[in-house]
């Protein structure tokens, strides 16, 4: 095959395919898969449309975060949980079972009966001191006042909600979160997140208790302190829960 055809035929694959580039010998295979498909597509009208994702299922952090999340919510075993930041992505397995209640600075309407959307900014939250069971904010503290959503500029905005977050945590509540960490120097990675340090992450759940944490590798999955982030710009994830000192929302429950 000389250069030019060479060069063709790779880069004809490259803009064709989306998704993994495929192995010379899949694009063979393909090929002749292709001839066969054209010769009886079984009446489907055909088109090449190629892509190649064989091999291990692949995952993202945020199957480990909302791994974390579910586990946590369902040893606190809440009525009720308030989810800042949301789309409602995360949230999504969950959101049949609870009282769900999202505010984000973005407008979008409830799918379910038991849930309830509120629009707003998180820095300022509706809602009386002490009044919610449990409190969720999967990848959402990190973008508060930046600007990237529509909210306002403010670039204490992480600090403003999460000073809200846990006056409105009842004693007794739990928090989940998660955010971008580094072992290296905390980074603003304006407009798009900023990438916490421990001494930050601890210092916006003051007045909370850390029950339990994890740290996600972008690349591997769950891993440990040593396997964080300290490359410039790069991060991982710090998966946290915090609790208010009291009793259990679930426990006054029982005792009732
Ligand atoms: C990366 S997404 C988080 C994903 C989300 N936890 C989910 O449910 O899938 C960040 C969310 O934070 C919201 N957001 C950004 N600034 C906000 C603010 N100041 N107050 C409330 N929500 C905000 C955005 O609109 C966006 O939906």
């Not at 199957?63 to 946590?72: H, K, R």
């Not at 049949?96 to 309830?116: C, I, M, Q, W």
């Not at 007045?207 to 972008?218: C, I, P, Q, T, W």
Request: charged share 30%; aromatic share 10%.
């Amino acid at each position: 095959m000389n250069l030019r055809r060479f060069l063709s035929e790779v880069l004809g694959w490259h803009r064709a395919v989306s998704g993994r580039q495929p192995t010379a010998a899949e694009r063979s295979e393909f090929a002749r898969q292709w001839r066969e498909v054209k010769r009886d597509p079984r009446g489907f009208r055909v088109i090449s449309k190629p892509r190649f994702d064989a091999g291990s299922h692949p995952e993202g952090f945020y199957d480990f975060e909302q791994e974390f999340a579910a586990t946590q919510v369902a040893r606190a075993r809440p009525r009720a949980i308030l989810d800042i930041g949301s789309y409602r992505g995360f949230l999504t397995g969950l959101a049949a079972g609870y009282d769900l209640t999202t505010l984000d600075v973005r407008e979008r309407s409830p799918r379910f009966e038991r849930e309830k959307v509120l629009t707003g900014d998180a820095r300022s939250l509706p809602l009386p001191d002490g009044s919610v069971e449990c409190l969720i904010a999967l990848c959402a503290i990190e973008h508060f006042g930046l600007g990237r959503y529509g909210d306002p500029f403010d670039l204490d905005g992480d600090v403003r909600a999460c000073r809200e977050m846990v006056r409105v945590l009842r004693p007794g509540g739990l928090l989940v979160a998660s955010l971008p960490f580094t072992r290296g120097p905390a980074t603003l990675a304006f407009n798009s997140h900023r990438i916490y340090d421990r001494e930050r992450i601890d210092a916006l759940f003051a007045g909370l208790r850390l029950r339990d944490h994890a740290y996600v590798s972008l690349r591997t999955g769950l891993c440990t302190l040593d396997q964080v982030e300290d490359r410039p710009g790069k991060w991982s994830v710090f998966c946290g829960a915090w609790a208010k000192d009291g009793p259990p929302a679930s426990q006054e429950r029982v005792e009732q």
